[in-house]
């Protein structure tokens, strides 16, 4: 995990350097795209996990614009304390309609807040022994903070902390067919770019 989260710093780092002699001073009222990587801190019996995301949304002014995010988080784990405590490996997926109030610090840079709806879908696998993961549908939402950075009048980075909360994962006991349920929490760190249109 190490590795993926230098890999990540070392690629945003590189873009940053390239851009900043073109960066100008005008902020978006445009739509725009965008792709965030980080890391997800597992809260409860939740572990952690990567994470990754694209979207699409729409600035309507400096203080507000919407989007519509697609993210996935493998190499997790959950773990079931009425199952043993034996702990499954985990991946979710979510997609979450988001909206951001910002304001604007100065001309490249900017705070904001966050917070969304949306659907979630946690798969729980590789158990061992008489118990196996389900797959599971859930109500998703999160809520968060950042900062943006104008690279230039198209490119935009982005840093923040969102809380997530993506309902339940699910194992079944093979015998009786009782299904054990576990909260599934992060505390996300994201490094994104957008770019608008």
């Given at each position: 995990m190490k590795k993926y989260l230098m890999s990540t710093l070392a690629v945003f780092t590189v873009l940053t350097i390239t851009t900043a002699a073109s960066a100008q001073t005008t902020y978006y009222d445009d739509g725009y795209v965008k792709v965030d990587a980080g890391y997800s801190m597992g809260s409860g019996r939740t572990e952690n996990a990567a994470l990754f995301g694209i979207g699409t949304g729409f600035r309507m002014n400096d203080y507000f614009k919407a989007d519509v995010t697609a993210?996935?988080?493998?190499?997790?784990?959950e773990q079931f304390r009425n199952a043993g405590g034996l702990k499954g490996d985990m991946w979710t997926a979510d997609l979450m309609a988001n909206a951001y109030a910002s304001y604007p610090v100065w001309d490249?840079?900017?705070?904001?807040?966050?917070?969304?709806v949306g659907y979630a879908y946690t798969k729980v696998k590789n158990f061992a022994g008489q118990y196996k993961g389900e797959a599971k549908s859930n109500f998703a939402w999160n809520v968060g903070a950042g900062v943006e950075y104008a690279l230039t009048s198209n490119i935009c980075l982005d840093l923040g902390y969102r809380y997530t909360d993506l309902g339940t994962a699910e194992a079944k006991d093979r015998a009786t067919g009782a299904k054990h349920k576990e909260d599934v929490k992060y505390n996300d760190i994201k490094l994104g770019m957008q770019y608008y249109f």
């Open positions: 993210e996935f988080r493998p190499w997790g784990k490249k840079f900017s705070v904001y807040a966050t917070g969304g």
